[in-house]
């Protein structure tokens, strides 16, 4: 009998083993993009996750008196050099004081006619922003927004708003 109770007790420690790590992969957003400025990135899209060609880096500049935090997503081109297909942008401003403000911002930042500007409301977990075919971009609080950029146009908007979406601020 003992033999019974220590055979059932085992199998039912490895069937818990094997439900918490499929709960666990099932549960996970999709492959991981680490952090940049305070902020995880819980999801990058397949198509920059795979393969040795694509290559990630984080870098910080400053720009019309707003700090930026980047992390992009570049990949190498069969003929020499690359193309950044994928960015993620911690802008950190006193400007940036709502979601219009920070439309504002970044229309001037990349030379955008704001009023021509294509976006509609987007909302990040109950913070105020807007998206377009290639961005997403919220305010998380005053003086601090994100923007999810897909630089070369090949992610489409589903994937810009799902990395979006997988966006949140470290505990």
Known sequence: MRFVRGTVRAWAAVLAAVLATA??????PGPEGG???G??????P???AEGAEVEASEFSYAWGGADFTARTWERALPGGGFRVELQVLVVRAEALTGPEEVRAFLAEYH???AREWELEAFDHRGSPGFAGAAEAFWLDEP????EVRDSAGLLG???VRRTALGIAREA
Do not use: M, N, P
Not at 39 to 44: D, K, L, P, S, T
Not at 143 to 146: I, K, L, P, S
């Open 23 to 28: 709960a666990a992969a099932a549960a996970a």
């Open 157 to 159: 908007r589903e994937e």
């Open 35 to 37: 952090t940049v400025d």
């Open 39 to 44: 902020f995880a990135i819980g999801y990058v």
């Open 143 to 146: 003086g601090v927004a994100v």
């Open 111 to 113: 030379e955008r006619d």
């Open 46 to 48: 397949a198509a920059l």
